[in-house]
């Protein structure tokens, strides 16, 4: 489990850093993700419906779509979703925006990363991580590849 742990924290490295470039410079970005191969390579995706303002959850079940493809034809060894959106860790709290990381990995590794964010005095601040178990969507009992 300590390999899937280091793939997907190569993968959100990979990812993280462009969601913070468009919410500097467009306060908000559609879904996108990346994949790792088999042999470590990332690559990055991202997803096009044909509309020009598409709902973002079209575009994740796109994204989700490719990626349960290609792990199930052993393509990928992990993969990151990244999603901008609402979230709060108290359900009394008010819900604040966050660029969340879905993690997953063939070992059967799935976390969620939870970034907090706001705009103060026009500049971003995103708050310390939260992690918090994946939904596994993307190798769910799947044969291992290798």
């Known amino acids: 489990m300590k390999q899937a742990k280091a793939d997907c924290e190569a993968l959100l490295s ?13 306060r908000e ?12 390579q990332i690559n990055y995706a991202g997803a ?3 509309t020009v303002r598409p709902k973002s ?3 994740i079940e796109l994204l989700k779509t490719g990626y349960i493809a290609g792990a199930r034809s052993g393509q990928y060894k992990a993969t990151a979703l990244v999603m901008d ?19 997953d990995h063939r070992d059967g590794y799935s ?3 939870i970034y907090p964010y706001r705009f103060q005095a026009g ?5 310390a991580p939260i992690a918090q178990q ?9 044969p291992l590849h290798r």
């Open 14 to 26: 990979s990812v993280f850093p462009f969601a913070e470039k468009m919410l500097t410079d467009h």
């Open 29 to 40: 970005f559609y879904p996108y993700g990346a994949t790792m191969g088999r042999d470590g």
């Open 48 to 50: 096009d419906n044909g």
């Open 57 to 59: 959850a079209d575009l």
């Open 85 to 103: 959106t609402l979230f709060t860790a108290d359900p009394a709290a008010e819900k604040t925006d966050a660029i969340a990381v879905a993690l």
């Open 111 to 113: 976390v969620m990363v």
């Open 123 to 127: 500049r971003l601040v995103i708050e």
């Open 134 to 142: 994946g939904a596994a969507e993307i190798f769910p009992a799947l």
